[in-house]
């Protein structure tokens, strides 16, 4: 027989005992929306930034790349925001008019410190994991941040009481990734495999999103590799030619409305969604295409290499950014960051992408011209109508 306890509303955990099966819930609170004894808890107005839509959401690393976005994109439906920051206070006060008067709230954090977490969380239905760390520094390694750190704030959620938690992932994340220019396999892809394993662990029904490379305003992709750190005068190094890469990256916006989604559809709970772009390119076509976006094509100049047949001077200069500037590599240039630009996008057919959460996908070609326009060359020059031709955007890459 199967001894059932019906504690909560949602499943949480199956646990063999004796033979038998014992089905576990997690008594969890209600929506805000939901609560009856709480007039201030009823939504309110008919939609929009000065409304309130009856979610309460708490979002780790709100200052973050993404953050911004998914801020902009909560307020905009009427959510009430906690977020939690670390450092100046004025480095997240921008985020304050992403909500109308009394919608935006602050709160410090450490990611060490279970109080300040217990406390940004306390009165939230939906707490979002954005913490993320591209490099290690002497304050957080990534077991920190991506393991532990993910660990931390699923428990102290689950403790809480709160009904959603959605964590962001990476794509490529496995337990054995295999080196590509690394000489060992990459602690980034190892923790982020790991961080999935200790939330679920923690917040068995939690939503989990994959993304490959994203790219947007004030990215670490594009920039990335049209800095000048990246290039060797008018040469770019790249893993096996960037002919052994295949690349899928998405827009920051859409994943933003993907987690957005997420928090308002219950019936994501436990699933596992891949951010990844509508179409999928050979690394070499992309970084061509950028530098011809730039006005820097071949005609410039602009060549790229395999990495291999640079063994001193590439490597000297990474060490170099790394050494002149410990906290933020210049350039982004950093082994890590080579490493994850040299891996290709598996997206497994088995799991749901941002397309099964509603949103429309945005195309490079759409957007990446309009990125990358501040860092085209003669830009003080106002060139008239078709005087340069417009690049032919990058072939899509076929199975």
């Given at each position: 027989?199967?001894?059932?306890?019906?504690?909560?509303q949602?499943?949480?955990?199956?646990?063999?005992?004796?033979?038998s099966?014992?089905?576990?819930?997690?008594?969890?609170?209600?929506?805000?929306?939901d609560?009856?004894?709480?007039?201030?808890?009823?939504?309110?107005?008919?939609?929009?930034?000065?409304?309130?839509?009856?979610?309460?959401?708490?979002?780790?690393?709100?200052?973050?790349?993404?953050?911004?976005?998914?801020c902009?994109?909560?307020?905009?439906?009427?959510?009430q925001?906690i977020?939690?920051?670390?450092?100046d206070?004025?480095?997240?006060?921008?985020?304050?008019?992403?909500?109308?008067?009394?919608?935006?709230?602050?709160?410090?954090?450490?990611?060490?410190?279970?109080?300040?977490?217990?406390?940004?969380?306390?009165?939230?239905?939906?707490?979002?994991?954005?913490?993320?760390?591209?490099?290690?520094?002497?304050?957080?390694?990534?077991n920190q941040?991506?393991?532990e750190?993910?660990?931390?704030l699923?428990?102290?959620?689950r403790?809480?009481?709160?009904e959603r938690?959605?964590?962001?992932s990476?794509?490529?994340?496995?337990?054995?990734?295999?080196?590509l220019?690394?000489?060992?396999?990459?602690?980034f892809?190892?923790?982020?495999?790991l961080g999935e394993?200790?939330?679920?662990?923690?917040?068995?029904?939690?939503?989990?999103i994959?993304?490959?490379?994203?790219?947007?305003?004030?990215?670490r992709?594009?920039?990335?590799?049209?800095?000048p750190w990246?290039?060797?005068?008018?040469?770019?190094?790249?893993?096996?030619?960037?002919e052994?890469?295949?690349?899928?990256?998405?827009?920051?916006?859409?994943v933003?409305?993907a987690?957005?989604?997420?928090?308002?559809?219950?019936?994501?709970?436990?699933?596992?969604?891949?951010?990844?772009?509508?179409?999928?390119?050979?690394?070499?076509?992309?970084?061509?295409?950028?530098?011809?976006?730039?006005r820097?094509?071949?005609?410039?100049?602009?060549?790229?290499?395999?990495?291999?047949?640079?063994?001193?001077?590439?490597?000297?200069?990474?060490?170099?950014?790394?050494?002149?500037?410990?906290?933020?590599?210049?350039?982004?240039?950093?082994?890590?960051?080579?490493?994850?630009?040299?891996?290709?996008?598996?997206?497994?057919?088995?799991?749901?992408t941002?397309?099964?959460?509603g949103?429309?996908l945005?195309?490079?070609?759409d957007?990446?011209?309009?990125?990358?326009k501040?860092?085209?060359?003669?830009?003080?020059?106002?060139?008239q109508?078709?005087?340069?031709?417009?690049?032919?955007?990058?072939?899509?890459y076929?199975?």
């Amino acid at each position: 027989m199967a001894s059932i306890a019906l504690k909560g509303q949602f499943v949480s955990k199956i646990i063999p005992k004796n033979g038998s099966f014992s089905i576990l819930y997690i008594k969890s609170e209600t929506y805000s929306s939901d609560a009856k004894t709480n007039l201030a808890a009823y939504k309110r107005g008919t939609g929009g930034r000065s409304s309130f839509n009856g979610v309460v959401a708490t979002v780790f690393g709100c200052t973050g790349f993404v953050g911004r976005y998914l801020c902009n994109k909560l307020g905009k439906i009427g959510t009430q925001m906690i977020l939690p920051y670390r450092g100046d206070f004025y480095d997240a006060a921008r985020l304050k008019v992403c909500g109308d008067l009394g919608q935006v709230l602050f709160t410090p954090f450490d990611l060490r410190d279970d109080e300040s977490i217990a406390k940004a969380v306390r009165y939230s239905n939906v707490v979002i994991n954005l913490v993320g760390r591209d490099y290690e520094t002497k304050n957080f390694k990534y077991n920190q941040v991506h393991v532990e750190g993910a660990r931390r704030l699923a428990r102290i959620s689950r403790e809480m009481g709160v009904e959603r938690f959605i964590h962001l992932s990476y794509l490529n994340a496995e337990e054995n990734p295999k080196p590509l220019v690394l000489k060992s396999p990459s602690m980034f892809k190892i923790s982020k495999h790991l961080g999935e394993c200790a939330v679920r662990e923690e917040f068995p029904t939690a939503t989990i999103i994959r993304a490959s490379d994203i790219y947007g305003s004030e990215d670490r992709f594009l920039r990335s590799i049209v800095s000048p750190w990246r290039l060797h005068t008018q040469y770019m190094p790249l893993y096996k030619n960037g002919e052994a890469t295949i690349k899928q990256p998405v827009y920051v916006s859409d994943v933003a409305q993907a987690i957005v989604n997420a928090a308002r559809d219950p019936d994501t709970r436990c699933q596992v969604y891949q951010a990844v772009g509508p179409k999928r390119y050979l690394w070499k076509d992309l970084v061509t295409w950028f530098y011809r976006l730039m006005r820097k094509d071949e005609t410039w100049g602009f060549r790229h290499y395999d990495m291999k047949y640079d063994p001193i001077l590439f490597p000297l200069k990474v060490a170099l950014a790394n050494k002149l500037s410990p906290a933020y590599p210049f350039g982004g240039l950093h082994w890590e960051g080579l490493e994850k630009e040299a891996t290709t996008d598996v997206v497994d057919k088995n799991l749901p992408t941002l397309e099964d959460l509603g949103v429309t996908l945005t195309h490079m070609e759409d957007q990446v011209p309009w990125e990358l326009k501040p860092y085209r060359a003669y830009l003080f020059y106002i060139d008239q109508l078709g005087e340069f031709p417009k690049p032919p955007p990058p072939p899509v890459y076929a199975d």
